[in-house]
């Protein structure tokens, strides 16, 4: 199947953006290398569909899969909204000074 888009400039815009927010994403929770951050920003097609949502996963080894909305368009998205949405997963400074040797 065939991905077309209207607008490449556009997709490569939100590419950059999604991958800015996935760095973002890590840095504020201090995860490891084996922990998958994926960002997306769905799309239905349908006219009822919230084309301005956010959708950020994350992966981590022998844990539930946390997803977290943000109710804003991909491009955006801010590092403080990224930040407050993050805030009920965020480890504690307790937890990380645990994972550290």
């Known amino acids: ?3 077309h888009y209207r607008d490449a400039k556009d997709c490569d815009q939100r590419t950059d953006a999604a991958i800015e ?6 840095d504020i929770l201090n995860v490891d290398s084996e922990t998958v951050v ?3 920003r769905p799309h239905c ?14 992966m981590r ?3 539930p899969t946390s997803m977290i909305k943000i109710m804003k368009s991909l491009k ?3 590092r403080a909204d990224l930040r407050a949405a993050l805030l ?3 480890p504690s400074p307790q937890q ?6």
Do not use: F, H, K, Y
């Not at 097609?45 to 994350?58: F, K, M, N, Q």
């Open 21 to 26: 927010v996935a760095q973002w994403a890590r």
């Open 76 to 78: 955006t998205v801010t």
């Open 96 to 101: 990380i000074s645990q994972r550290e040797p």
């Open 61 to 63: 080894p022998n844990r």
């Open 38 to 40: 994926r960002v997306t």
């Open 45 to 58: 097609g349908e006219p009822d569909c919230a084309e301005d949502v956010t959708t950020i996963l994350l």
């Open 1 to 3: 199947m065939a991905l």
């Open 88 to 90: 009920p997963i965020v």
